[in-house]
C-alpha cells in the first residue's frame, strides 16, 4: 500500500504497524522523483506493507527517525523500531533493504 504521508505523524504509523517501509524525498530532489515509480512498483508488490514516502523538509520529526541526511533515503521499521537505512537511486539496492524486513 502506497501513501504519501500529508502530516508530520510517521511515528504513529511506525508505531502501529509490524513493518512499514519509508522513502524520504524533497521536491527539489531528482533522484527522488526517479526513485518514486520503483518505489511505488515495491508497494504494488507487497499491498499488506504500507510504504509511505514523506517530504523529509515539510515533517522534520518524521524524518528524526532515521538517519536522513541525504536523498532519498530509504527506512525500514519493524514493531516500531528502525531496522535499516540507506540512500539511494539503485532499484536493486532498495529491493534488499525491504527484502530484511519481510
Same mark, same amino acid.
Given at each position: ?35 518514486? $515509480?520503483?518505489?511505488? &512498483? =515495491? #508497494?504494488?508488490?507487497?499491498e499488506?506493507?504500507? *510504504? ?7 515533517? $522534520?520529526?518524521?524524518? &528524526? =527517525? #532515521?538517519k ?5 533515503? *530509504? ?11 540507506t ?16
Open positions: 500500500m502506497f501513501t504519501e504521508i500529508e502530516q508530520d505523524n510517521l511515528s504513529d504509523i511506525v508505531n502501529s504497524n509490524d513493518i512499514v517501509i519509508v522513502q524520504y524525498s524533497a521536491s527539489w530532489c531528482g533522484n527522488c522523483r526517479i526513485m518514486k $515509480p520503483k518505489f511505488k &512498483k =515495491l #508497494a504494488s508488490e507487497n499488506n506493507i504500507p *510504504f509511505l514516502m514523506i517530504d523529509a523538509e515539510k515533517f $522534520p520529526e518524521s524524518r &528524526k =527517525l #532515521a536522513v541526511d541525504n536523498l532519498p533515503t *530509504f527506512a525500514t521499521f519493524k514493531n516500531g523500531i528502525l531496522v535499516n537505512q540512500q539511494t537511486n539503485k532499484v536493486e539496492v532498495l529491493v534488499e533493504l525491504v527484502n530484511e524486513v519481510l
